[in-house]
């Protein structure tokens, strides 16, 4: 079996021997999230463990590690996509395992938001209507000023009734951050957000994400050196085979 | 963004293939609801005429020619009978009313029906204009016959020898028109009538002297007659045929008959419209089936946005159920338009009048079918998307 290890650089010394949620929502309500003795075994013999990893609202960090390493999965966990098979994981003083499966959705859409390596915008919707649909699907009333104004905020006015096909590479990224931005989530996760990207875009996407998620915490999965370079300083955390 | 909104730009992005699916649906309604309403307007049509005549006299042939020569005017008659030969019966115990028509004249096609005006309370006929005949060569229109023939009261008019266009005209007899009907919405409309005895006048005045003698003896083409008591409808038919040279056919028999006869073409044709609604609810299924795969990041992103697993569902049914609602609806206005359009094209006083404007309750059933399908076609692939497990294609990508 290939045991994934969990290194923490730029640790703080905080490290709670957390058992219950309630425990945890009454000590440490700033918290984003709490991860605490999580077992997930995927792709029949890979696991990923982590013995304790937290992070504090508004903070910013990087997972790193070679692809396969489960940064992916980490996240899936953290969006609530998949559930741990042992362990707790605790999101906004939430322990997701513990809502029933629409809560978690309904969670997931309005706490979180989600960039993807690839963008995966709605072919058959126009811009707008992708920013529309992820208010919908969170279950919260359409409101098209805010759609307007993030928009806007992208520099994508132009485009709302552009259908995806007809972006660039750079606009369709811009507008993936827009619909993870738009119902003002409390935790962003970016899976390799700029894979894909040439330069100019890599840097314009990584200020647009460190601009948008002031008021978020941010995680980003990624093993791009120029993700790492323009995060300096930024904690993380590496997995590894 | 509801529901309705996704499921409509999905259909929008593959628009030939929606098209083709609601021509599919549109087509197999379409002709299962125009089926439904000629079929449904002929019955009706054939037994508002026939209705309240128990059985026809007439010489003997066939009995379903007897029906439609002498009810619906559609065919030659069997032949003519003799009024000596048919007053017995017509005085017979059992019969309530008897009704002597007199064929064998037309006008530009309409017939001219020599008759009592008893034939015209039958179907509560209402005078327009004018009055009923009083004197032989006396003629009252039908409102269709007179609108046709653009004749108004006291003018007058010389019939043709036969019961189609091209007969040897009558041009000593001079008709007069002394009433126009309103409409009845029956065979009345469509009839020009006078007294049996106009009838026997023109021929007699008009046929070979070598024959006098045989036109001294007056003739009937049919009688119609209703019953005194239902129990006759047993033996006075069988009565008739057995004791004399007349036969005797009962309307609702003949009738049965006839739509059994005209039925199988139209169940076929049916069958066929609903192998076509099944091919296209097939297609619809095997649609989605196939947009699921190119959809599958598309599911996953929605799951990601907040969608639960009912909501993927529900969305893919409600492709289907507005894919089958957009078909019906097409399917719908086929099938009355084919039928108004039917109508109008057979539009001769002659013709059955059809008409699209009409629903009927069974219309109903089609489009509780047609959605019910709309929904199984989508629930194979609804259930697969509902199970789809998101993280795997994401992880996947």
């Known amino acids: 079996m290939n045991t994934i290890g969990c290194f923490e650089k730029n640790d703080r010394p905080a490290k709670l021997a957390l058992r219950s949620c309630y425990s945890i929502t009454r000590i440490l309500g700033n918290l984003m999230f709490v991860i605490d003795q999580l077992h997930f075994a995927y792709l029949a013999n890979t696991v990923l463990e982590i013995p304790h990893w937290q992070m504090a609202q508004g903070e910013r960090c990087l997972i790193v590690g070679a692809s396969g390493s489960g940064k992916t999965t980490l996240l899936h966990l953290l969006a609530g996509l998949l559930t741990p098979q042992q362990g707790t994981l605790i999101v906004l003083g939430q322990d997701l395992a513990k809502l029933t499966p629409s809560a978690q959705d309904r969670f997931r859409g309005q706490k979180i938001g989600v960039v993807f390596q690839r963008l995966h915008l709605v072919a058959a919707l126009n811009v707008l209507e992708n920013l529309l649909l992820a208010q919908t699907l969170a279950q919260l009333p359409r409101d098209k000023a805010r759609a307007i104004e993030v928009l806007t905020a992208l520099n994508l006015q132009d485009f709302a009734e552009h259908y995806p096909a007809q972006l660039s590479q750079g606009q369709a990224q811009r507008v993936a951050l827009a619909r993870a931005i738009i119902n003002r989530p409390q935790l962003i996760l970016a899976d390799e957000p700029s894979a894909n990207l040439d330069d100019t875009n890599c840097s314009q996407m990584l200020d647009l994400l460190q601009q948008h998620a002031a008021q978020a915490s941010l995680v980003i999965a990624t093993h791009d050196q120029r993700v790492k370079n323009y995060f300096q300083g930024t904690r993380l955390l590496e997995l590894s085979r | ?35 439904l309403l000629l079929s449904t307007q002929l019955a009706d049509k054939l037994h508002r005429d026939a209705k309240g005549f128990d059985v026809v006299i007439g010489a003997k042939g066939s009995p379903l020619q007897l029906i439609l020569s002498s009810i619906y005017h559609a065919d030659l008659p069997t032949g003519n009978i003799a009024l000596s030969a048919a007053e017995p019966w017509m005085q017979h115990l059992w019969v309530k009313t008897a009704i002597p028509l007199a064929l064998g004249d037309s006008y530009q096609s309409l017939r001219i029906v020599g008759t009592t005006p008893e034939y015209l309370q039958h179907y509560h006929a209402q005078f327009a204009a004018g009055k009923v005949w009083e004197k032989p060569l006396e003629v009252v229109l ?137 091919i296209a609810f097939c297609s619809i299924g095997v649609a989605l089936l196939n947009a699921l795969q190119e959809r599958r990041y598309d599911l996953a992103i929605m799951r990601t946005l907040g969608a639960s697993r009912a909501y993927i569902f529900w969305q893919l049914l409600c492709e289907g159920l507005l894919l089958a609602a957009s078909g019906v609806i097409i399917g719908l206005l086929f099938g009355h338009a084919g ?56 992880a996947n990508s």
Not at chain 2, 162 to 173: V, Y
Not at chain 2, 360 to 382: K, Y
């Open chain 2, 142 to 278: 039908g409102a269709q016959a007179a609108k046709t023939m653009q004749l108004k009261l006291g003018q007058t008019f010389s019939g043709a020898h036969g019961l189609s266009a091209g007969g040897e005209t009558h041009a000593q007899a001079h008709y007069q028109v002394v009433g126009i009907l309103q409409p009845t919405g029956t065979i009345l409309d469509q009839l020009i009538l006078t007294a049996v005895e106009s009838v026997w006048a023109v021929h007699e005045h008009h046929e070979h002297p070598t024959e006098a003698q045989h036109a001294a003896e007056h003739e009937l083409t049919a009688v119609l007659i209703t019953y005194k008591t239902p129990l006759a409808a047993i033996s006075f038919p069988r009565l008739v045929n057995a004791q004399s040279a007349l036969q005797a056919a009962a309307p609702p028999l003949e009738i049965a008959r006839l739509l059994k006869l005209i039925g199988v073409g139209a169940e076929t044709l049916q069958v066929f419209g609903a192998i076509f609604s099944l």
């Open chain 2, 339 to 394: 039928a108004s359009c039917l109508g109008w094209w057979m539009n001769d006083p002659h013709a059955l009048h059809f008409t699209g404007a009409l629903w009927l309750p069974q219309e109903s059933w089609v489009i509780l079918a047609s959605l019910g399908l709309g929904i199984a076609a989508a629930l194979i692939p609804a259930i697969q998307a509902y199970r789809t497990d998101l993280a795997r294609i994401l």
């Open chain 2, 1 to 35: 963004m509801n529901l309705f909104q996704l499921s409509w730009a999905y259909l929008r992005q593959r628009p030939l293939n929606t098209l083709l699916n609601l021509l599919l649906i549109g087509l197999g309604t379409g002709t299962i609801i125009l089926l």
